[in-house]
């Protein structure tokens, strides 16, 4: 009975002056520089996470667009065309098919033009938003929007686009629609007129 409590007393013993030795290596590999201690990794708070938003379910789409000399208040697209002369007022009308989220939808219209280099010569900000809100018992809306911009005469004549942006947060849902346009000096176009005035006469 001696001898087996002697035979664990010494593996014990030899155990331990093991782990000393080794706890004594790797400390002196540590401080040499041999070693590298990884650093536990900082614990970050749930509350500090940003959570990406996820779609919900629904549609959002531009159906139908058209640049307009005018708009008037009926919602009628007069004077149909995709060429205008500098200095005038373009005009343009779109439906927005969007669905529902418990009976509400909102939608929210920006845009942006660009001129014929591709530079940006208007940019509506956020706070110039158009914003429309409404109340639906149906599942899908057809909403018809209009708004005008005008480009300068000073400008150049050339190829313009209209990039417009809408939303509908509710959905968390975006789209956008890109159109071309040209643009013509208004003398040239007079000219053209005068032109045609004068053929008729002979």
Known sequence: MKNKKGKVATELLIML?????????????????????????E???????????????????????K?????????????????????????????????????????????????????????????NNFNFDIISKEKQELITFKDFFVVGEELVEGEYTLELFIENPL???????VKKFMMTNNNEIQEVELFEEEYLLE
Do not use: W
Request: proline share 2%.
């Open 43 to 65: 614990q970050t708070s749930v509350l500090n996470t940003e959570f990406i938003p996820m779609g919900r379910e629904g549609s959002l789409a531009v159906k139908d667009f």
């Open 17 to 41: 002056i093991t782990v000393v030795v080794t706890s004594a290596i790797i400390f002196l590999l540590v401080q040499a520089g041999v070693l590298t201690v990884k650093m536990e990794a």
């Open 171 to 177: 959905l968390n849902k975006k789209t956008t629609l």
């Open 67 to 127: 640049f307009c000399g005018f708009v008037d208040s009926d919602y009628n697209c007069i004077a149909e065309s995709e060429e205008f002369y500098l200095g005038s007022e373009i005009h343009f009308i779109f439906i927005i098919e969007s669905s529902t989220s418990n009976g509400d939808i909102t939608v929210v219209e920006n845009y942006r033009i660009k001129g014929p280099e591709g530079n940006i010569l208007l940019d509506v900000d956020e706070r």
